[in-house]
């Protein structure tokens, strides 16, 4: 969502609220509502890049008990309908290769990959994925950042909280909840995320991630990039194959 149009609904939530809901807005910064729509525009000007991240994650089992994950995640974008992703040790590994017309999921682990045709760009790939696998990218909000202003609509709190360094960097630091979703963004001078985390409080396990990330805003990706080629020993299998796994 826009700014304009946001601070335009959030004006008429105001304008008719009790004292208590008047408090609640009142932790609603505009700057941090602002930066969301920095860091998008910033995003969509990207071209070809790759964006690297540490990640741990919290995730629950199939027992019912909560594991810690730590690996990492790295993109390679030809934007807006070219990318290829390798995901390691949170959980799972997974490389996903999508050239606007075709997508492919790989399981380096069972040497098995599924392939469907999905013309579009990277914000159906990522519904796509999800949808027929229920598997959700990490980072997809990085490619679908427009839905975090979205969000924020009947936000509990939307704040700026200063600086902090992040990997040696100076990083804007902004914090946001709804509905027991927190989530925190911080980004650098350019409006590149620096760190982001995710947690859901409405879970007694706290499941949800952290993320450093590191950017190459200008990189020169060959074609071949976004082109999978099965590696020896490797069967495609249906899409099924790779649901809940």
């Known amino acids: 969502m826009k700014l304009p149009a946001l601070a335009f609904a959030l ?15 009142a932790e609603v910064d505009p700057k941090a509502i602002r930066a969301l729509s920095q860091i998008g525009e910033k995003l969509r000007g990207l071209r070809e890049y790759t964006v690297s ?4 994650t919290r995730a629950p089992l199939a ?7 730590a690996g990492t995640a790295k993109y390679q974008v030809r934007a807006p309908d070219h990318l290829h992703a390798s995901m390691r040790g949170i959980g799972f590994d997974r490389d996903i290769v999508f050239d606007g017309r075709t997508i492919t999921v790989f399981s380096p682990a ?14 159906t790939l990522v519904s796509t994925v999800e949808q027929r696998t229920g598997f959700r990218m990490v980072l997809a909000q990085l490619f679908t950042w427009d839905d975090q202003a979205r969000m924020l609509e009947g936000a509990e709190r939307a704040s700026y909280s200063g600086e902090a360094l992040v990997g040696g960097r100076r990083c804007a630091h902004y914090s946001y909840k709804k509905a027991g979703i927190a989530w925190e963004v911080f980004a650098d001078a350019q409006h590149l995320p620096c760190k982001l985390a995710f947690v859901d409080t409405r879970d007694a396990g706290l499941p949800g991630y952290t993320a450093e990330l590191s ?6 990706l060959p074609d071949s990039t976004f082109v999978f080629t099965p590696p020896a020993g490797a069967s495609e299998v249906g899409w099924d194959a790779f649901r809940g796994r």
């Open 110 to 123: 069972q040497k098995q990959y599924a392939r469907i045709q999905a013309p579009g760009t990277l914000s």
């Open 215 to 220: 950017w190459v805003e200008r990189a020169t």
């Open 53 to 56: 991240a540490d990640v741990k």
């Open 63 to 69: 027992s019912g008990q909560y594991k810690d994950f």
């Open 11 to 25: 004006a008429l939530a105001l304008a008719g609220m009790s004292p208590a809901r008047a408090q609640q807005a």
